[in-house]
């Protein structure tokens, strides 16, 4: 029987099967993700992530959701990747970069016991105009702009990091029932591709709290570039300050996320490895 060794990591909860992929060759990852991530009947995590060879960067990463779709971009995986080729000797540097569908990412690594610790990723600059993300508006920018969802408005900040995210500005959110709401959000006719959506109370100019609905995935515990989208949609509807590190209190922890004077986007977090294991297909 075919065998598949795997590594379970997660940021902040954000939780994905990590495949190395400069020792084993996966033909089919649609598939694998589809199969590997149900929580209750095989390994569980809210997708797959394959980590492979690249000829630009020191590893490539590719993101599939728990229903097989690729994703372009994922905050809390791309700090995994980053953690998993420090410590196992592929890039044992403090500087690593990691190719994505979104460009390369570098990373920066503090050091633990010879161990990847807390890891700073330059994000890239966010992106506002809407035929950059995927989103059918007749303007420059979709920034605090009403949409009805499932009969009630909402307002909306439209943001890419690499994909594209749906920040709402809410006064609760424990409350809220995304599995109800949050397909609403992701099929919206604005996004005919899809959206992240993130449910943000703000706490104070420093410190946003954030639920979020991912396309493909559902309610995740975490989301990287959720985070970012979120920090900076607080910046440019005037709830925090540029220039500033802003915490963001997601259901797994905490990210720390600074948008610049310049548009870049740092974000700041752990990963965790937590067992490596062997699947049988």
Not at 77 to 94: F, L, P, Q, T
Not at 114 to 128: C, H, P, R, S
Not at 153 to 181: K, Q, R, W
């Amino acid at each position: 029987m075919p065998q598949i060794k795997f590594t379970k990591m997660h940021g902040i909860g954000n939780d994905y099967v990590y495949i190395n992929c400069f020792e084993q060759e996966i033909e089919n990852p649609n598939e694998l993700a589809i199969k590997m991530s149900p929580r209750r009947f095989s390994v569980g995590a809210d997708g797959v992530i394959l980590i492979c060879p690249s000829d630009v960067a020191d590893a490539k990463m590719r993101m599939f959701n728990l229903d097989g779709s690729e994703g372009k971009m994922c905050g809390n995986g791309v700090r995994c990747v980053g953690k998993y080729i420090y410590d196992n000797g592929i890039a044992h540097k403090s500087t690593v970069t990691v190719e994505t569908l979104s460009g390369i990412k570098t990373l920066e690594i503090t050091d633990k016991d010879g161990l990847a610790d807390t890891i700073t990723v330059d994000m890239g600059k966010a992106e506002f105009n809407p035929q950059k993300i995927s989103a059918i508006a007749d303007c420059e920018s979709i920034i605090d702009t009403a949409i009805t969802v499932k009969g009630k408005d909402y307002n909306i900040t439209a943001v890419s990091m690499g994909n594209p995210h749906a920040v709402t500005f809410c006064d609760e959110i424990d409350s809220l029932n995304l599995c109800e709401i949050g397909p609403h959000f992701e099929h919206h006719e604005m996004f005919p591709e899809g959206v992240n959506t993130e449910f943000i109370r703000v706490i104070d100019d420093k410190t946003l709290q954030m639920r979020v609905w991912e396309r493909g995935s559902g309610e995740t515990f975490a989301c990287g570039t959720g985070a970012c989208a979120a920090a900076v949609a607080a910046v440019v509807n005037g709830y925090c300050k540029q220039n500033e590190e802003i915490t963001v209190c997601l259901v797994g922890g905490d990210l720390y996320i600074t948008y610049t004077d310049d548009g870049t986007v740092f974000m700041r977090g752990g990963a965790t490895t937590v067992f490596d294991g062997v699947y049988e297909y």
